[in-house]
């Protein structure tokens, strides 16, 4: 008799043993080729993953709609991949299935894998649901692919083989990990959660008012030399400003408005991006001016400069061509919209009514909130804000250390107020350049204290207690990622402070001190309203002198005092 006919017959269709553990592979592998190859082009690692970071945000924006029905549908999937392989485990196409399922489980722990890496780095346990969703995924995927791992014992009583026995324990460690990811999801998806405060309902922080609002976009010619320097993340863009003005009836108009001015964060000129915060000054009687500069530039010798970063100053070369372009950008506001030849938009939405300086606000954003010292020497240079001056910085990155570049505080009016908020989950920036930007702007350069409360610092704080969790980033004032905790935390300022320029402008002075108080009353800014279960939500730290009275965090920044020696 052939021997070989003895010999188990196998299907030529059938895929061979290493085609599930490759398929899987090739999954986990699959999501990380496009930032290793953004990676290996030289960007960053928050460059690199961006897309993902925005899967995730969507994502979790969609789930937080119904958590409960996640919960559900994951159970679901789990019961159907039980059923799929008890009804066609035996079937001859069976083995494929298992390598798309192989394939589908390597992705989805590539999945996994990325949001713990961008939550150690960015999320800070904000995004609970996605990861969850994923782990619910792999469960079902797990019992479409696998029989339920215990016993180790086969049906006559005997163990089973090694290879066998080490299958199983890690099928039972894979779903031990997948609970270890549930669990903190179960309470949100139960609905047994506490909630989070809902916005304020009226007053400071609850919608933009009392005024709707119109924008216009001005671009400005930007210096040849600056435009020759402009990389790659923001070549497609035309740099402008973009004017944003509250439509007040004719009653109601007064014969001047005060000025703000914003600036936006690294890599980020987008206006969809701080849309809320202009719309929140605006609404309140400003007109408001977002700048977009090239933050992205490349002058000679960036790549060979060796950075130090102290002090709330940084010596890189990009400050040259950034502020250069502001500096343009602020003299294309003062002819388009100051000027006696204003454009016939301004008219058409405000009258007669005039944009008056004088009466200035000033903020941004990350690497904004550095530049607004040079926006601030621009503008006291002019005489812009020698009425009233509120300057806001949200997140603060370095100014300049050039003395050309790192603006004159001397000049600030003894009347100046001064916001710089921190918040406790920012992995972006160090919460140094603030606490050294307060300092700096209390003493004015030397020329004099500003008086005692005027220049205050806040910690934005992060509580888990419930559902959404509210997390404090490096991002709580863009647009894109606008809830309670910004509504709490930085809208109700927001509010207050162009409140209170405006009164300063049009002589109000009910509204001037009713604002005055809340922006530099502790109980009041530090209140963030309560939890569904009535537990008070983490406050707002707020310090008059971070550095010597603040957090060990705080008072360590004074190690950089020698950096520039």
């Keep these: 008799m052939d021997e070989t006919a003895l010999e188990p017959h196998k299907s030529p269709s ?103 890496l ?55 460690v894979v779903i031990m990990f997948c609970v270890w990811l549930l669990i903190p999801a179960i309470p949100a998806m139960l609905g047994v959660a506490a909630a989070p405060p809902s916005a304020p309902a009226e007053g400071y922080g609850s919608s933009p008012g009392p005024y709707s609002v119109n924008t216009q976009t001005y671009a400005y010619p930007m210096p040849a030399e600056v435009e020759a320097m402009i990389g790659d993340i923001e070549g497609d863009i035309e740099f402008s400003i973009y004017l944003t003005l509250p439509e007040i009836p004719a009653d109601e108009r007064m014969e001047t408005m005060p000025l703000a001015i914003i600036l936006h964060g690294f890599g980020n000129p987008y206006w969809e991006t701080y849309v809320d915060w202009a719309t929140h000054l605006s609404a309140k009687g400003m007109a408001v001016a977002f700048i977009q500069y090239p933050s992205d530039v490349h002058p000679v010798g960036v790549d060979t400069f060796d950075l130090i970063e102290a002090q709330g100053m940084s010596n890189h070369p ?81 100014h300049s250390v050039d003395a050309e570049l790192r603006g004159d505080m001397s000049q600030l009016p003894a009347n100046t107020l001064v916001h710089i908020a921190i918040s406790e989950d920012d992995t972006s920036v160090s919460p140094c350049y603030g606490v050294w930007h307060q300092q700096r702007i209390i003493s004015r350069d030397g020329a004099g204290d500003l008086g005692d409360g005027q220049v205050i610092l806040m910690t934005i704080p992060s509580d888990r207690h419930g559902f959404p969790p509210m997390v404090a980033s490096h991002y709580l004032q863009a647009s894109q990622v606008h809830e309670v905790l910004a509504d709490w935390g930085f809208y109700r300022r927001a509010d207050a402070q162009a409140d209170y320029i405006t009164a300063q402008s049009d002589g109000n002075t009910s509204t001037d001190i009713s604002a005055d108080t809340y922006l530099f009353n502790e109980t009041w800014l530090a209140n963030m309203g309560e939890w569904s279960d009535g537990v008070a939500v983490k406050e707002i730290a707020i310090y008059d002198d971070a550095m010597n009275e603040g957090t060990e965090q705080y008072q360590d920044c004074m190690e950089e005092s020698t950096a520039w020696k």
């Design 14 to 116: 059938q895929p061979p043993l290493w085609a599930l553990p490759v398929a899987f592979l090739g999954g986990l592998v699959s999501l990380f080729i496009e930032p290793f190859f953004l990676l290996f082009q030289g960007k960053d690692s928050g460059d690199a993953f961006w897309s993902h970071a925005l899967r995730s945000l969507n994502w979790t924006f969609i789930l937080r709609q119904s958590p409960f029905l996640i919960l559900l549908f994951g159970l679901a999937l789990i019961y159907a991949g039980y059923r799929l392989r008890s009804e066609f485990s035996d079937r001859e196409w069976w083995p494929w299935v298992r390598v798309g399922g192989g394939f589908l489980l390597g992705v989805t722990f590539s999945l996994v894998v990325i949001h713990e």
């Design 118 to 172: 961008l939550d150690i780095a960015y999320f800070r346990g904000a995004f609970i649901l996605a990861v969850a969703a994923y782990a619910l995924v792999i469960l079902a995927l797990l019992a479409l692919l696998f029989v339920w791992p215990l016993p180790i014992f086969t049906r006559d009583g005997e163990p089973i083989g090694r290879w066998q026995s080490a299958g199983k324990t890690l099928h039972l």
């Design 318 to 398: 990009q400050h040259i061509p950034r502020s250069a372009a502001i500096a343009a950008a602020i003299e294309h506001l003062n002819e388009t919209a100051l000027g006696g030849n204003r454009s016939a938009w301004i008219d058409s939405v405000i009258g007669n009514t005039s944009i008056d300086p004088s009466h200035l606000w000033v903020g941004g954003h990350s690497l904004g909130a550095g530049l607004t010292f040079r926006t601030l020497d621009e503008s006291l240079a002019r005489g812009w804000g020698d009425g009233s001056l509120f300057i806001a910085l949200e997140a603060p990155y370095a």
